[in-house]
């Protein structure tokens, strides 16, 4: 994980319903998004078939914490699902009173709620919030959505994260086409793609569905938000363009990690030093 890195982004939402929509569509977004935005095939100075470490890294995580939100699937999820779901969810760690940190008993949260620690102490508000803190799917429900699935591309590219994120999101008519595209799939159809796309990239398939297309359809999506806030004066004019080394990797099928473990081969001659000076920031 720390070889790797991820452009995450936080998006607010404006009432309970707005939350319940953004969130089914982002999850299901995630898999398609991160599979386009794959960027870690290099490991200790090697290639072998990967196209994203992290996203393999992530698939070792605890699988009640990490990967797909189920409950976030449902077409009329809302807050109460989220926490009815991480109340199933055991803590890892938490504060006592004087402030260290102890290894949490391996219940779920909720039985810690009604029965309390091992030392017959209860938790608090804090305890939740440091519980909520020890979740870590691909959308993170906090105070804001954070949304953490795709690997960093490169940088001069990373804008393109929020922008795809932005337009899919903010302009209701995209959000709701997109959910529409991807509200028939299961979580465990995501979570094969989850596993899937860190060796096949864009090849991945949802379903039965090759990501590629589904792929191109979101970005098509997005840029149509962009244009709509844009019209509205809630953009400039320059944010659509954040999207064009999407559409390139799209047309050509090379994804970021592709490109990037082509240069390894050829023009950085495998040389790490040549790797940094051409991908420093």
């Not at 196209?51 to 109460?80: E, F, K, T």
């Not at 596993?195 to 949802?206: H, I, K, N, S, V």
Request: aromatic content about 8%; glycine content about 8%.
């Amino acid at each position: 994980m720390a070889m790797s890195l991820s452009a995450q982004v936080h998006l607010d939402y404006l009432s309970e319903e707005d939350f319940g929509r953004k969130l089914r569509m982002l999850v299901a977004a995630s898999s398609v998004v991160s599979a386009l935005l794959v960027n870690s095939p290099l490991k200790e100075g090697r290639s072998n078939g990967l196209l994203s470490h992290r996203s393999h890294g992530w698939l070792r995580m605890d699988p009640r914490r990490s990967g797909v939100l189920p409950p976030a699937l449902r077409g009329d999820v809302s807050a109460d699902d989220v926490i009815d779901w991480a109340l199933g969810v055991p803590m890892i760690y938490y504060p006592d009173p004087g402030g260290t940190f102890r290894p949490a008993p391996d219940r779920p949260f909720g039985t810690i709620l009604r029965h309390g620690f091992d030392d017959g102490s209860l938790p608090t508000y804090g305890h939740w919030v440091c519980h909520m803190s020890q979740i870590w799917t691909v959308v993170r429900v906090r105070r804001t959505l954070e949304l953490r699935a795709g690997d960093g591309p490169p940088f001069p590219y990373v804008a393109a994260v929020p922008a795809l994120w932005v337009g899919l999101a903010y302009h209701p008519p995209s959000r709701e086409a997109a959910w529409e595209l991807l509200r028939d799939y299961s979580v465990a159809e995501h979570s094969a793609a989850m596993a899937e796309l860190p060796a096949e990239g864009l090849r991945t398939m949802l379903g039965g569905e090759r990501v590629h297309e589904l792929a191109a359809e979101l970005v098509r999506l997005a840029r149509a938000g962009l244009l709509a806030r844009v019209a509205a004066g809630l953009e400039p004019r320059k944010v659509v363009f954040y999207l064009d080394p999407l559409d390139e990797v799209l047309a050509t099928g090379r994804t970021f990690a592709e490109q990037c473990r082509d240069r390894w081969e050829t023009d950085l001659r495998r040389d790490p030093r040549r790797y940094v000076d051409a991908f420093r920031v």
